[in-house]
């Protein structure tokens, strides 16, 4: 688990990134997942984006940056 500060459309943000996992005996999962939040003034608001992915057995980096682009286009109107 990592706690990152980062930027989203000239916001603040803490970006977190790591491994979650489930903890059923009969059939674990897990993968890597990216998590943001940040906080808008104007609006008094808090945004939290968070995404995982499930691909066992496979490469997951395709869809990390895949899901990165569809975040980055997240706009509070």
Known sequence: FELKK???NKFIAW???GIWETLDIKESK?????SYVF???KKDLTYHIN????Y??????????QADMIMKTFKNY
Not at 30 to 34: A, C, D, I
Not at 51 to 54: A, K, M, T, V
């Open 6 to 8: 980062s930027e989203h």
């Open 15 to 17: 970006r977190a990134t």
């Open 30 to 34: 897990g993968g890597p997942f990216r």
């Open 39 to 41: 906080y808008d003034k």
């Open 51 to 54: 995404y995982l992915i499930f």
């Open 56 to 65: 066992p057995g496979n490469s997951k980096s395709i869809f990390l940056r």
